[in-house]
C-alpha cells in the first residue's frame, strides 16, 4: 500500500488568518440569494451541520417546505446509493424537475449539491449527469462546470495534489487502494481525482481537460484567483478542489458565490464539508447526554449495525467487549431460505424487545460474512442487499417497545431504518455525539417522535468511536 506521512505533506503549507477569511466569505453570504438544494445518496451527508432539516422524500411538498424555510440550506434524503442504476437516474429526474419548477415558482434561484460519499462510492456520474440534462432541458440554465470536492476534515479524507486520500493515524492511503475502492458495486482504481473522473466518465472528460484549484492557490489568500479559473469553466468542465482543512473551503466556498453572482453555473459532488460552508454553518460542541435524551423511558437502547466495511468490523468488536450492550446476531444469509429467514427476522426482533423493556441496551448486528454469489452478479448481490436492509430495518419498524436511543450504523441501514422504519418525513439536525456522527431529532409524525436517532457512518471515526458514543448515551 503506497501510504505517506500527513505531517510531511502538510507541514509547508501556509498558514492564513482564518479570521479574514470567514469575514470575507460572511460579506459574500449576506447578499447571496440561492438556496442551497443538498441530495443526500444517505443520511450520513448532515454529518458536519446543526439546525437544518432533512426531507426523507422529494415530493414538491417537501420541497416547497424547504424553499420557504428561512435557512439558506436543506437536505433531501434519496439514499439512492441503496439503488439500481435505473431508479437512481428516475429519482434525480423527479428531483431536477421539481426543485426548477419549484424555484421558478418562488422565484428563488438555487444550487445543487449531490453529497456523495468521502471515500468516492455512489452513482457517479449518473446523479449529476441526470440533474444537468433534466435542468437544461426545462430551463434555459446551461451548467458551466462541475464542482468535485470529496474533502471531509472529520472523517480525515483529504485532497492533496489533486490525489484524494483516507488518512489513519499520520498514514495517508490514496483512496483507489483501501477497501473502499474495492466496493463490489462502485469500485474504482484511481486516486488521482482527474483519473477518477476519466475512469467513472468512460473518457467523456479527461484529467487533461480538468480544471485544478490547488492548495498554493487556495492557501494564497486569494479568492480572486480561484475566481477567475471558475469563470473559466465551460460545457459542464469538471473542476477539482485540494482541501485539507476548512480554511481550504472557506477560500473556495468565496470565489463560488462570487463566480454565481457573475452568472455562472455549477452543479456539485461533494462531501460534507463543503455543505458546512456553504451554508453558513456554525461550529457547534459535541452533544451532551442530556441534549440527547430528553424523554428518558427507562428502557435500554438500541443499535443496530448493518454495515460490513472493516471499520465498522472493528467499532462493533470494540462495543462488544465493552460489555455496555447486549449482542444478538442476525444471520442474514438465511436471505436465501424465505421461511427460515422469517422466522430469524422475528426471533431477533422479540430478542430485542425483551432486552429493551428490561431497560438492557441492545445491539443488533448481521452476520459478519458478506453474502457472496460469485462472479458478475452485482445487480443480484444488490437486490439480495437490499432484502437485508428491509429485514434489519424492519425490526424497527415492527418493534413495540420505545427504546431510550436509536443508533444505526451504515449509510443504507441508518437510511432505510430512519425512512421506513421510523417512519420520518422530516427531521432536524440536532448536532453530532462524536466528529462527524450526526444525530437527528425525529418529528411529530414518526414512529417515536423526538428520540435521539444516530446516524453513524459506517467508514467514520477510530476502532473505539462506536463504543465512545454508546458511553455517551448510556451516561458512563
Not at 458551466?144 to 485532497?159: A, H, N, S, V
Not at 489513519?168 to 473522473?197: M, N
Amino acid at each position: 500500500m503506497d501510504t505517506v506521512k500527513a505531517s510531511a505533506l502538510l507541514s509547508n503549507l501556509k498558514e492564513l488568518n482564518r479570521t479574514d477569511i470567514q469575514a470575507r466569505l460572511e460579506a459574500e453570504q449576506t447578499n447571496f440569494k440561492h438556496k442551497v438544494v443538498v441530495l443526500d445518496d444517505d443520511p450520513t451527508g448532515v454529518q458536519t451541520v446543526h439546525g437544518i432539516s432533512v426531507y426523507t422524500d422529494w415530493t414538491k411538498e417537501s420541497i416547497v417546505k424547504g424553499f420557504r424555510e428561512e435557512n439558506r440550506m436543506f437536505f433531501l434524503l434519496t439514499n439512492s446509493r441503496g439503488f439500481t442504476s435505473k431508479e437512481t437516474k428516475i429519482a434525480h429526474e423527479e428531483i431536477a424537475q421539481r426543485v426548477q419548477e419549484v424555484s421558478e415558482e418562488e422565484g428563488i434561484p438555487f444550487i445543487l449539491i449531490s453529497r456523495g460519499d468521502s471515500t468516492l462510492r455512489g452513482h457517479y456520474p449518473l446523479e449529476t449527469e441526470t440533474l444537468k440534462t433534466t435542468i437544461e432541458q426545462q430551463s434555459s440554465t446551461v451548467f458551466d462546470g462541475e464542482i468535485i470536492m470529496p474533502f471531509f476534515k472529520e472523517g480525515g479524507r483529504l485532497t492533496i495534489n489533486n490525489i484524494h486520500y483516507v488518512q489513519y493515524g499520520d498514514d495517508l492511503v490514496p483512496a483507489g487502494e483501501t477497501e473502499f475502492a474495492k466496493d463490489r458495486t462502485f469500485g474504482f482504481q484511481s486516486s488521482h481525482l482527474g483519473e477518477w473522473i476519466e475512469e467513472k466518465t468512460e473518457g467523456a472528460y479527461t484529467k487533461e481537460n480538468t480544471i485544478y484549484i490547488s492548495l498554493d492557490d487556495l492557501r494564497s489568500g486569494n479568492s480572486d484567483a480561484v475566481k477567475q479559473q471558475l469563470m473559466s469553466a465551460a460545457n459542464f468542465q469538471k473542476i477539482v478542489v485540494n482541501a485539507v482543512d476548512y480554511v481550504d473551503a472557506e477560500v473556495f466556498v468565496t470565489a463560488l458565490l462570487q463566480a454565481l453572482k457573475e452568472g455562472k453555473t455549477f452543479l456539485c459532488r461533494s462531501a460534507a464539508a463543503l455543505t458546512k460552508v456553504i451554508g453558513g454553518v456554525s461550529d457547534k460542541p459535541l452533544l451532551s447526554r442530556d441534549e440527547l435524551i430528553t424523554e428518558d423511558t427507562n428502557h435500554g437502547g438500541l443499535i443496530a449495525v448493518g454495515s460490513h466495511v472493516q471499520k465498522t468490523t472493528e467499532q462493533l468488536n470494540e462495543l462488544l467487549a465493552s460489555g455496555l450492550v447486549t449482542p444478538v446476531e442476525f444471520d442474514v444469509h438465511l436471505v436465501l431460505e424465505p421461511e427460515k429467514f422469517e422466522a430469524e427476522i422475528k426471533r431477533v426482533r422479540t430478542t430485542c424487545e425483551d432486552l429493551i423493556k428490561q431497560g438492557k441496551s441492545v445491539v443488533y448486528y448481521t452476520r459478519r460474512e458478506r453474502l457472496d454469489l460469485g462472479e458478475n452478479k452485482k445487480e443480484e448481490e444488490l437486490q439480495l442487499s437490499v432484502k437485508i436492509s428491509d429485514a434489519v430495518t424492519s425490526i424497527v419498524r415492527d418493534l413495540e417497545v420505545r427504546p431510550n436511543y436509536i443508533v444505526a450504523k451504515g449509510g443504507i441501514t441508518s437510511s432505510s431504518i430512519g425512512t421506513v422504519g421510523l417512519s420520518v418525513k422530516r427531521a432536524e439536525v440536532a448536532g453530532q455525539i462524536k466528529k462527524g456522527i450526526p444525530v437527528w431529532k425525529t418529528g411529530a409524525e414518526s414512529k417515536f417522535p423526538g428520540v435521539a436517532y444516530i446516524v453513524f457512518p459506517g467508514n467514520v471515526g477510530t476502532k473505539d468511536t462506536l463504543k465512545e458514543a454508546v458511553e455517551v448515551l448510556e451516561g458512563k
